[in-house]
Structure formats: C-alpha cells, structure tokens
C-alpha cells in the first residue's frame, strides 16, 4: 500500500465561500463576478470555481443580467422552522454525490457526548456499506472513523475514550495496544487521511479526513471492498477536495 500524501484541507474553501455568501447576501438586488472578485479579494479563477459549487448546491442563483442573488437553497436554511430537516437533505444530496465521485460509500460521522455517531451516510449496489458487524462506538481503534475523531481530541480525553472501550482484536490487523494506538495519533499530520486497512472488517479497507465546523469535532470517511485498496489514495484525496459542501452546509 502507498503512503498517502497530504491533501489539501477544505476549510479554506469552505472560508472562501462563505465570504462570498456573505457578500452576496449584502447586495440583495444582485452583484457581478468581477465586483465579488474585487469585494472579496478572491482570485478570479478560483472565484469562478467557487461560484459553480455555490450555484450546484443551490446557495446562490444568476439572474438575467449575470449577477448573482442569494438562492433558495440559503434562504431555507436559513429558516428556524425547517432547517434541521433541510440540513439532512443537504448533506445527504452532497453525500450521493461524493460517492458518485469517489466511486465509495461514504460516511460523515460526530463525536457526541464522548461517543461516535455515523449520522448518514451514502451507499448503493456498485458501493457496499461496510458491514457494522461491530457497533462503531466501540471499535473506534480499529476503524478509519474512529482514528479520525480521536485524533482531534486531546490526549486527556483519547485515554478517557479508550478506557471506557476495550480495544479488542477484531482481525489480524487490529491494533490493540493502546500506547501504540496513542502514539501514533500523536504523530499523525492532521492533513493526512486515517486508514482502516482491514483492521475492523476483513476485506474492508477504509480512509477518513477530518472537518472541522466551529468546535464540534467530526470526519468524513469512505469504505472500499479489498480489492479495490490500490484506489484508495486516489479516492482519499477526492473525498477531501470534495467535503467543501458538506462543511459550508454545517456552517451556515
């Protein structure tokens, strides 16, 4: 297996994004490209880039002359009444279309209450979930989920979770020692994907990055049947470049 290399992080794309929301939301009667260029500092081309995933996710609209106007996917988010409701939708359309990209099932999934909780994700007949053989709050040693998540913890609170969840053996590859387990947290770049390679499940392989919206603490992950583990980098780094919307879902 390769070493996976450092993705790059998409919170700055979700920061930029939104700057750009916010101006738009400022000029309810429409602005142009080159004046959110200008306003927002953004390059053109990267704004231009921006400005397709806002219109795909249906955050902001063009209108006859070209401007751009706040879209109906905003507005209803932005709603108290249903926004919980618009919330799943959101993420779960952007979900489908991460596993039609990667070619995986993927997960988004929150450390609550000092649990793991996978709260949706997107499979279908071409891309298994993972068999959850095993709940995931207690195997978080062994999956790519798990390791993600403790991994933004601190030690403290790492050595708390592990005490209160037996670190069976769940393959041949499980790591089970919790002083190995912690060390490499430790020592593992927060931009670089946690991997589950056969560790929970036989024939399993799995990748996890991390996002970050304000202080909750959580990760998107995808799972791959082992004989596709050589598209696993691949699929890694186009889990990251694509989590922009999910984020700016949980942002806004």
Known sequence: MALMHEPTAPDHSTQDALRVLETVARHTTGVTDSRLARLTGIDPERLTTLLRMLRREGYVEQVTDGAYVTGAALTRLG???????????????????LRDCVGAAVYISRYVDGEIDVTQYAAGPTTPAVNEWVDFRYS?????????????????????????????????????SDKLLLSRLESQPPTVPHLDLQEYAVGTV?????????????????SLPVEHAHRLRQAADRLNRGAAPVLLSLAI
């Open 140 to 176: 978080a040693h062994a999956t790519a989920i798990g390791k993600s998540l403790l991994g933004q913890l601190d030690h403290n609170s790492r050595r708390e979770h592990l005490s209160r969840h037996k670190m069976a053996r769940l393959t041949s590859r499980t790591i089970t």
């Open 79 to 97: 709603s108290a009444q249903d926004r919980d409701q618009a919330l799943r939708e959101k993420i779960q359309g952007a979900l489908d279309r």
């Open 206 to 222: 799995c990748a996890a990055v991390p996002i970050t919206a304000g202080s909750s603490v959580g990760c998107l992950a995808l």
